[in-house]
């Protein structure tokens, strides 16, 4: 089926491969006749041999071996001489089939189920896969099988790696031996086998064995990747606390944000406390993070993980403190202390534990009388042309309020592993300019930049400090502005990492961060906080960062090329967002929107909603096709037959409580879907230019 | 560019069903099953499925069950999981899975999870990560996931997870296109992708384009049209398909066509088959190419089909 010229055949040829053809369909004839009458003679074993030599893929072939072994192993009992003869048999028949094709995998299953039995010797097995593996070294069967047989023969790890350092030593383009080498270093290191410790000694000596082969043949990916594994190795960084709404140390008047609970009591006196960490942590409860608040405050809080998936680990925490209805001081502040300091039940995906303790505060404004809460006047549309945001004096409050950035506290060991690591990094990234220096190399640079962050990573955090810029920025984002023209085919892979980096340094500190932030012409629409961050017309293709963003109620990402809000629903704040004039490609892509309770205001016109066939983001989110769907199939199947065109539209918009909505522009948005929006979000008020009702 | 020659294949397709004689063609019979999958889903592809006897196929097909409620390969056959889901795949097209005894067609395959998680392929106890993916899209299909212990299933999947972000057929094993489709697929399936790094795959996936716009499998090895498919599928469930040029992808799986004979080949100027007929076909699909129906990636099955079956009527 591969790798054979296409050329008509020749009459003679034709006629050959009839023949082959009819020879073939003749041993298999009889072949059946012996199998489906359980005959398990000495000829009806040749006949069987002939076939699987003729087509090792005939699997039916070698499950009739196996029942044949069996048939004769039980009238062998236990004479160990009939055994091993039988089964040695079976072992020829494997290793013909394999010299017809080595990639059989019904052949080599054969084998190993053979070798189960723990009659057969398995020095052999060794010398066989050598010579598979000269003729070619990739081949993943053989691979597979050596590390079968080495846990049959128990050999150590440490042997293996040593196979697999002299088959790089062969050839330096054999990721099958790279493969190995980093699944073998792997437990070693996880075991703390002797000689394998401490893990930065084994770390810097790898870097020196792949920089061997980097520098011979800088083009052959094989070395770059095992590097990748190695730099992924050396940046290994402890999950932390990394920012938080309320930011530490700020002031917030209780009374602006209880719009944003979700059970609004009359009683304006809720809170929402936002935790976000470095990676997706599970555990977050109130026996690992204690909140104590000076004033009466209900401490028996529920904390939820903001993640768009079942896991029930997320990067974002979410909880709600309510202050108690006593009367308060009118003009106090009441501190409220968040605590992770018995952190052993909090662990990471790869199932790290926290060791890091942190704390921080703030202050809490509580509203002087049992005030109702008030909605306000009726709310008018949104309008988010340029001439509605100003770029004034902000309130000296705001400031404090948008800078979310919690300052890392890091353990004394720690800090010296960082320390290390970071020395490591800086290392490498001398070799690697070294090597560029000498030759334009696509993964060479992609690789210096992957340094670099690495580096900014390490050394920010060993330094304590979140609020700066970042490290080599310029040479960062110059590097992936090369690779866009040097490997033209990845573009937009280099495009999303600039987009990342350039959002990074934008939202480093408070100076960068206030060029984007922006006043919306009047304060009657949202409370007091009018405050937009305006990211608009910035090419942005992807977007990250969200640690910086959690304060952010009002964003304009329009005219960029994003696809994808992955990270978005972090923003729980977020009331008003504009991805007008992006790539969305499906309702799909905004599951993220759907954790987003407080969301009133959004505009999604001028994307591609309706566009594609291909629906990339479908097993991104909830849906029966991933057996993930929490609305009930009843409730969508009755609602009529649109549903299954809008099934997507249905899953994110019925949990929303859209006050406003604009989706003209889509392919998708005709006069038919816009009834349907109707009916979905009856508490709608404007949907595109229209006012309903 | 050149265009899809679409009745060359259409014609393709109906012919090798006829052409039964030649060597090539009596070595592929013990996977009969699986290339009805390829040929129809080709052809519903091509808008061209009512140009075979829907009644033929599935009478022909409905032989090469097994008394064990799986599937042989073709007529007289041992079952196995693969086949099984060939079968379920096609009365699926025809929208005629009610032809089967779905209790057991489903015990047959929920009969080989292991204690680990894992599946064998069949009775002979192989083990691979492609039969787990196999198992768990057919109980899917027929509505049954719940005879599987899902979530051992999904950690075995998981532990074949290797450090490049890719997936292997058993844990340690070299990260291979093909395996990644199958583990990738069946995470999707079960609302699982979570355990995927997305970035990390995506990068290795996209990789796997080289200069002249084909897909290989792994670092370092030729392009070929199939993995327009396994490279391709993934990419796009895990969304991270803007990572290739499509366009450079589209020109090389139409230059891998046969325009005179019909049919598309592994590389440009090879020998056709209807293996990579249908993976050429389904990889355009996946890419929009104009005027064909848009195909599932993780169920390897066009859009209505799959909605049909999980959105009802």
Same mark, same amino acid.
């Given at each position: 089926?591969?790798?054979?010229p ?5 009459e ?10 009819a020879k073939?369909?003749s041993?298999?004839?009889k072949?059946f006749q012996?199998?489906h ?9 040749e006949?069987?041999?002939?076939l699987?030599e003729m087509n @090792?893929?005939?699997i039916?072939?070698w ?7 069996q ?12 055994i091993?003869s039988?089964l ?5 028949v494997?290793?013909?089939?394999l010299m017809?094709?080595?990639?059989s995998y019904?052949a ?6 053979v ?5 057969s010797?398995?020095?052999?097995e ?13 081949n ?5 099988y050596r590390r079968?047989v080495t846990?049959l ?6 042997e ?5 350092t002299?088959?790089i ?8 031996a790279?493969?190995?080498r ?5 437990r070693?290191?996880k075991?703390?086998?002797e000689?394998?410790? @401490? ?6 000596e790898?870097f020196?064995f792949?920089r061997?082969?980097?520098f011979?043949?800088p083009?052959d990916?094989s070395g770059?990747?095992y590097h990748?594994?190695?730099l992924?190795q ?9 920012s938080s709404?309320?930011?530490?140390g700020?002031?917030?008047n209780v ?6 609970s979700?059970?609004?009591?009359s009683?304006?006196r809720?809170l ?6 470095s990676?997706?942590?599970g555990?977050i409860?109130?026996?690992t993070?204690?909140?104590?608040c ?6 028996n809080?529920i ?6 998936d ?7 925490w979410?909880t709600?403190l309510t202050?108690?209805?006593e009367p308060?001081?009118?003009?106090r502040?009441?501190l409220v202390?968040?605590s992770i300091a ?5 662990i990471?995906?790869?199932g790290f534990?926290?060791?890091n303790p942190s704390?921080m505060a ?10 109702e809460?008030?909605?306000g006047?009726d709310?008018e549309?949104?309008?988010w042309?340029?001439e509605?945001?100003?770029?004034n004096?902000?309130?000296s409050?705001n400031l404090?309020?948008?800078n979310?950035?919690?300052?890392l506290?890091?353990?004394g060991d720690?800090k010296?592993t960082y320390?290390?690591?970071a020395?490591?990094?800086a290392?490498?990234?001398d ?10 190399c ?6 210096l930049?992957r340094?670099l962050l690495a580096?900014d990573?390490l050394?920010?955090a060993?330094r304590?400090?979140q609020d700066?810029n ?5 040479e ?6 090369d ?11 280099y495009?999303d ?9 934008e939202l480093a500190n ?11 012409r009047d304060?009657?629409?949202?409370s007091?906080?009018s ?6 017309g910035?090419?942005l293709?992807?977007?990250g ?5 959690l ?11 994003i696809r994808?809000i ?5 923003l729980?704040l977020l009331?008003?967002l504009?991805?007008?004039n992006?790539?969305?490609c499906?309702?799909s892509?905004?599951?993220p ?5 407080s969301l009133?205001?959004l505009?999604?016109?001028?994307n591609?909603?309706g566009a594609h ?7 991104l989110?909830? %849906?029966?096709?991933s057996h993930?769907?929490d609305w ?6 009755v609602?009529g037959?649109e549903?299954?065109?809008?099934w997507d539209?249905f899953?994110?918009?019925s949990g ?8 003209t522009g889509n392919?998708?948005?005709d006069k038919?879907?816009k009834?349907?929006l109707?009916?979905l979000?009856p ?6 230019d229209?006012?309903?009702? | 560019m050149g265009?899809l020659?679409?009745e060359?294949h ?7 069903e006829k052409?039964?004689?030649s060597f090539?063609s009596?070595?592929?019979e013990?996977i009969?099953?699986?290339?009805a ?5 080709t052809?519903?592809?091509l808008?061209k499925l009512?140009?075979v006897?829907?009644d033929e196929?599935i009478?022909w097909?409905?032989?090469c069950?097994?008394?064990s409620?799986?599937f042989?390969?073709n007529?007289?056959?041992?079952p196995?999981l693969l086949?099984?889901? %060939?079968?379920?795949?096609v009365l ?7 032809a089967l005894?779905?209790?057991?067609v489903?015990?047959y395959i ?7 998680g894992?599946f064998?392929?069949?009775m002979w106890g192989e ?5 787990s993916?196999v198992?768990?899209?057919?109980l899917a299909?027929l509505k049954r996931l719940?005879k599987?212990?899902v ?9 074949c997870?290797n450090l ?10 070299e990260?291979?296109a093909?395996?990644i489709f199958?583990?990738?697929a069946?995470?999707a399936?079960t609302?699982s992708l979570h355990?995927?790094d997305k970035?990390?795959?995506?990068w ?5 384009q080289?200069?002249?716009g084909?897909l ?10 199939c993995?327009?498919?396994w490279?391709?599928?993934s990419l ?5 398909v ?5 366009e450079?992808?589209?020109k ?6 046969d325009?005179e004979n019909g ?11 209807v293996?990579?007929?249908?993976f050429?076909?389904?990889g ?9 129906k848009?195909i599932?990636p ?9 909605n049909?079956?999980f959105?009802g009527?």
């Amino acid at each position: 089926m591969h790798g054979r010229p296409r050329k008509a055949p020749t009459e003679e040829e034709q006629e050959a491969s009839v023949v082959k053809g009819a020879k073939l369909r003749s041993i298999q004839a009889k072949f059946f006749q012996f199998h489906h009458t359980n005959t398990y003679t000495k000829e009806a074993l040749e006949v069987n041999a002939k076939l699987l030599e003729m087509n @090792p893929e005939f699997i039916t072939g070698w499950n009739y071996r196996k029942l044949a072994v069996q048939y004769h192993l039980e009238a062998a009992q236990s004479d160990e001489d009939s055994i091993k003869s039988i089964l040695d048999e079976e072992l020829k028949v494997v290793e013909s089939a394999l010299m017809t094709n080595f990639k059989s995998y019904g052949a080599w299953h054969h084998r190993k189920w053979v070798l189960n039995m723990g009659h057969s010797s398995t020095d052999r097995e060794l010398f066989l896969l050598k010579k598979f593996q000269k003729l070619d070294a990739r081949n993943f069967h053989a691979w597979n099988y050596r590390r079968f047989v080495t846990a049959l023969k128990n050999i150590p790890d440490e042997e293996e790696l040593q196979y697999t350092t002299d088959m790089i030593y062969e050839n330096f383009s054999n990721y099958s031996a790279w493969h190995n080498r980093s699944v073998l270093l792997s437990r070693l290191l996880k075991e703390e086998v002797e000689g394998y410790y @401490p893990k930065e000694k084994v770390l810097t000596e790898e870097f020196e064995f792949v920089r061997n082969a980097l520098f011979t043949d800088p083009d052959d990916q094989s070395g770059w990747f095992y590097h990748l594994w190695l730099l992924d190795q050396t940046v290994k960084l402890e999950h932390l606390l990394v920012s938080s709404w309320p930011p530490n140390g700020s002031n917030v008047n209780v009374s602006d944000y209880c719009a944003l609970s979700p059970s609004l009591s009359s009683i304006s006196r809720t809170l929402p406390l936002i935790l976000c960490f470095s990676e997706a942590v599970g555990g977050i409860n109130s026996s690992t993070v204690s909140v104590v608040c000076e004033s009466n405050m209900d401490s028996n809080l529920i904390w939820t993980p903001i993640s768009v998936d079942k896991s029930g680990l997320a990067r974002t925490w979410l909880t709600y403190l309510t202050f108690s209805s006593e009367p308060m001081h009118p003009s106090r502040n009441y501190l409220v202390k968040v605590s992770i300091a018995n952190s052993e039940g909090i662990i990471s995906s790869a199932g790290f534990c926290c060791s890091n303790p942190s704390h921080m505060a703030f202050t809490v404004c509580l509203p002087s009388s049992n005030t109702e809460f008030d909605e306000g006047p009726d709310i008018e549309r949104i309008d988010w042309s340029e001439e509605n945001f100003s770029s004034n004096q902000l309130h000296s409050e705001n400031l404090g309020l948008i800078n979310s950035f919690n300052e890392l506290t890091i353990s004394g060991d720690n800090k010296k592993t960082y320390e290390t690591n970071a020395k490591i990094i800086a290392d490498e990234i001398d070799y690697c300019r070294e090597l560029l220096s000498e030759m334009d190399c696509k993964i060479g640079k992609l690789t210096l930049a992957r340094l670099l962050l690495a580096y900014d990573a390490l050394s920010s955090a060993s330094r304590g400090v979140q609020d700066q810029n970042m490290f080599q920025y310029k040479e960062i984002l110059e590097l992936y502005h090369d690779l866009m023209k040097l490997d033209p085919p990845h573009f937009q892979y280099y495009k999303d990492q600039y987009s990342l980096v350039f959002l990074k340094q934008e939202l480093a500190n408070e100076e960068s961060l206030l060029k984007y932030c922006y006043q919306y012409r009047d304060s009657t629409s949202l409370s007091n906080n009018s405050l937009c961050l305006c990211l608009r017309g910035l090419s942005l293709s992807q977007i990250g960062c969200i640690e910086r963003l959690l304060w952010v109620q009002m964003l304009d990402l329009s005219n960029n090329g994003i696809r994808s809000i992955e990270g978005l629903e972090s923003l729980q704040l977020l009331c008003c967002l504009n991805l007008s004039n992006n790539k969305i490609c499906s309702f799909s892509a905004l599951e993220p929107l759907r954790l987003l309770k407080s969301l009133k205001v959004l505009d999604i016109s001028h994307n591609e909603i309706g566009a594609h066939p291909i629906d990339t983001r479908r097993y991104l989110c909830a %849906s029966p096709l991933s057996h993930t769907s929490d609305w009930k199939r009843e409730e969508f199947v009755v609602s009529g037959p649109e549903m299954t065109i809008y099934w997507d539209a249905f899953s994110i918009f019925s949990g929303l409580n859209l006050r406003q909505l604009s989706v003209t522009g889509n392919p998708i948005a005709d006069k038919k879907f816009k009834l349907f929006l109707c009916k979905l979000l009856p508490a709608m008020k404007w949907l595109d230019d229209e006012k309903l009702r | 560019m050149g265009e899809l020659a679409v009745e060359k294949h259409v014609k393709f397709i109906l012919t090798i069903e006829k052409e039964k004689d030649s060597f090539e063609s009596v070595v592929m019979e013990h996977i009969r099953l699986n290339g009805a999958y390829w040929a129809l889903t080709t052809l519903d592809i091509l808008g061209k499925l009512n140009t075979v006897d829907q009644d033929e196929v599935i009478s022909w097909m409905m032989q090469c069950q097994h008394e064990s409620g799986g599937f042989g390969g073709n007529i007289g056959h041992d079952p196995h999981l693969l086949y099984t889901l %060939s079968a379920i795949q096609v009365l699926a097209l025809f929208d005629k899975i009610d032809a089967l005894d779905i209790d057991k067609v489903s015990n047959y395959i929920a009969g080989l999870q292991n204690n680990d998680g894992s599946f064998s392929g069949d009775m002979w106890g192989e083990i691979d990560t492609r039969f787990s993916c196999v198992a768990i899209l057919s109980l899917a299909l027929l509505k049954r996931l719940d005879k599987i212990n899902v979530e051992k299933a999904v950690n075995y999947i998981v532990s074949c997870k290797n450090l490049d972000g890719g997936f292997g057929c058993t844990p340690g094993a070299e990260s291979h296109a093909g395996q990644i489709f199958c583990c990738v697929a069946a995470l999707a399936v079960t609302g699982s992708l979570h355990h995927v790094d997305k970035d990390l795959l995506g990068w290795w996936l996209c990789e796997r384009q080289v200069k002249s716009g084909g897909l290989n499998g792994r670092p370092e090895k030729l392009p070929d049209v199939c993995y327009s498919w396994w490279v391709l599928s993934s990419l796009i469930m895990i969304d991270r398909v803007h990572w290739i040029d499509k366009e450079k992808l589209i020109k090389f799986i139409l230059d891998c066509q046969d325009k005179e004979n019909g049919g598309i080949s592994d590389r440009p100027e090879d020998a056709v088959d209807v293996f990579h007929t249908y993976f050429g076909v389904a990889g355009l699909s996946l890419l929009e190419y104009p005027g064909l129906k848009a195909i599932d990636p993780a169920y390897a099955l066009p859009v209505d089909v799959v909605n049909r079956i999980f959105f009802g009527r």
